[in-house]
């Protein structure tokens, strides 16, 4: 479960005077367990109730009609948006040239190369790298920083070389029109997609079209695995090395490291299974140029509209089934306790949202469950959109849900992805998961969402957050964003045994990646030893050490 950052709503709420939400009202006293205990007792009784005859696979099957046969179909009121898929035909032509070629290639050779060939200068580049801004952290003379400045952009250079030597051993795994830019055709995408015109839409259409044929890749016919994040990754990876400067960024070492473990990973299947996910790939995307140049021909309208139509049904099928429960849901909590209210929406946002990536310690949940709790008495966060397709289907007058923040938070349109109707974890709102893992899950977010009500952090006040790992290509949408600003890094716990650390550190046998100041102005290194990162500061004359929080998978921001 990973997070999607940009929403429907986004540019609406850039325009709107965001002020910093004050606590909660909402308290509570007595035992800890007993509350959970009291709430999975009636998150029981709710799952019985609302998610009766089969509901989830109801929603599955409505889910599976919608989706249809796999092809997209841009939308232009009530018929296809022929100049959308026009405008894009000719890559489907090169684009099977691409895969038929690249299959041809891989066939030549007699075997992959090894991890070792294709890695072993890679990571000697980034181990000198890493070491140059190792001493430029160090804060030496004007002079020295200079020379060692220059020998970074010398490695740089030796390090774009090696990507380019590298890329073309792992040709088969690049992706159709490599490098794409995935943040400026998701950029351009956004920045239309909500607008009203007639120019808008078209462009909105042309542009995800061109995404759906770019953002493709090879799968496993037995597990149904997708390459496609390998694929997407290798174009970021390539336009970010080319524009490296002076000292190697965090990202690049980040998404280089991450490349070379998936490959490392991949290569170790063999040459075959590449062949064959080629040779498929080249028969699917021939299926979807087959499917496209026939459903533009003027002589086939009647079929394209037909296709609309059952589209249209298909959609509204979903949509009338899933906001109807959604509906169900919210008026079941409205009727139970506040307190039990509020635990359902941040056990279900902590659940879907960050699920278990942040291990035990639970650090990025409580965050989460923070700003959750800030959108609360946010007016604009707390506050159903009058329109949205929730309201339709409460069949509420305004002051009669006005006053639900927390559920109004939860359903609000356009912050969380997981309420949508065609995202299947919309289904654990009304369907929540009861497999023992699912349940695990929820009882440590349970006690975590009755922690967060009693201890409101005014100083995290944060409202939104992001994870770049979640996104295809590891692109960065926060960098379009305006009027935010990025709330400090901060370290995990201590780290208990601290002696064979500091002695390590002091010894110099550590690799240095980036350093960092947190909300108090404390200076922190972020420093690997053996296989472990941890975030490290000066205390007393002595290096202490904290558990590293991985900002790739949640960042946090602000209102400036």
């Known amino acids: 479960m990973f997070l999607k950052l940009f929403k429907t709503s986004i540019f609406i709420m850039l325009a709107l005077s965001e002020a910093l939400a004050q606590a ?65 035909l000719s890559h489907f032509k090169k684009k099977i040239d691409f895969i038929k070629k690249t299959e041809k290639q891989l066939q030549s050779i007699e075997k992959l190369p090894t991890f070792e060939e294709i890695s072993s200068p890679l990571q000697e580049s980034l181990r000198k790298l890493l070491n140059y801004k190792k001493i430029y952290s160090q804060k030496l003379g004007k002079g020295e920083l200079e020379k060692l400045q220059k020998k970074s952009n010398e490695e740089l250079n030796k390090l774009k070389k090696e990507l380019d030597a590298f890329f073309s051993k792992v040709f088969f795994l690049k992706s159709y029109n490599f490098p794409n830019d995935h943040l400026k055709n998701r950029r351009e995408f956004e920045l239309s997609k909500n607008k009203d015109d007639l120019k808008s839409k078209k462009l909105a259409n042309k542009v995800f079209f061109f995404r759906k044929i770019v953002e493709d890749g090879t799968y496993n016919k037995k597990n149904g695995g997708s390459d496609l994040y390998l694929r997407s990754t290798l174009d970021t990876l390539y336009l970010t090395v080319k524009k490296e400067r002076n000292f190697i960024s965090e990202n690049l070492r980040y998404d280089l490291e991450w490349t070379l473990r998936y490959i490392e990973k991949l290569l170790k299947r063999g040459k075959q299974e590449q062949v064959d996910r080629l040779s498929d790939w080249a028969e699917r995307t021939q299926r979807n140029y087959d499917f496209y140049k026939d459903i533009v021909k003027v002589n086939n309208k009647a079929k394209a509209k037909k296709l609309v139509k059952e589209k249209n049904e298909a959609s509204i099928k979903l949509k009338e089934y899933v906001y109807t429960k959604q509906a169900q849901a919210y008026k079941w909590w409205m009727k139970q306790p506040e307190l039990m209210r509020a635990v359902y929406v941040l056990e279900t946002i902590l659940f879907n949202e960050v699920g278990r990536v942040d291990g035990p310690d639970a650090l990025e949940r409580e965050d989460v469950a923070q700003i959750v709790l800030n959108r609360v008495e946010h007016p604009f966060y707390s506050t159903l959109d009058p329109d949205q397709e929730l309201v339709k289907h409460l069949g509420l007058s305004e002051k009669d849900y006005k006053d639900s923040k927390w559920l109004n ?22 369907c929540p998961d009861m497999s023992y ?17 009693n ?106």
């Open 455 to 560: 201890n409101f952090r005014k100083e995290f006040n944060v409202l939104r957050y992001f994870s770049r790992v979640s996104m295809l290509g590891k692109i960065d949408m926060s960098t379009v964003w305006h009027g935010y600003k990025h709330f400090p890094e901060r370290p995990g716990y201590e780290v208990g045994t601290q002696r064979n650390l500091v002695r390590l550190y002091l010894g110099d046998k550590y690799q240095y990646l980036y350093s960092f100041t947190d909300p108090s102005g404390n200076p922190f290194e972020v420093v690997k030893i053996g296989e472990k990162i941890y975030s490290v500061t000066w205390v007393k004359g002595r290096p202490k050490f904290f558990k590293y929080r991985d900002p790739h998978l949640f960042k946090y921001f602000t209102k400036k």
């Open 409 to 430: 938070t939860l359903f609000r349109v356009g912050e969380f992805s997981f309420t949508y109707h065609y995202i299947s974890s919309v289904a654990k709102i009304f």
């Open 24 to 88: 909660p009202s909402l308290s509570w006293s007595g035992n800890l367990y007993k509350k959970s205990y009291e709430y999975k007792r009636l998150h029981k009784k709710f799952s019985k109730e609302v998610c009766s005859g089969g509901a989830d696979q109801k929603y599955y099957k409505f889910l599976r009609d919608y989706r249809g046969s796999g092809f997209y179909l841009p939308l232009l009121g009530n018929d296809i948006d022929r100049a959308a898929i026009k405008s894009n």
């Open 437 to 453: 893992v699912g349940r695990a899950l929820r009882d440590k977010n349970v006690k975590i969402s009755l922690k967060a009500v």
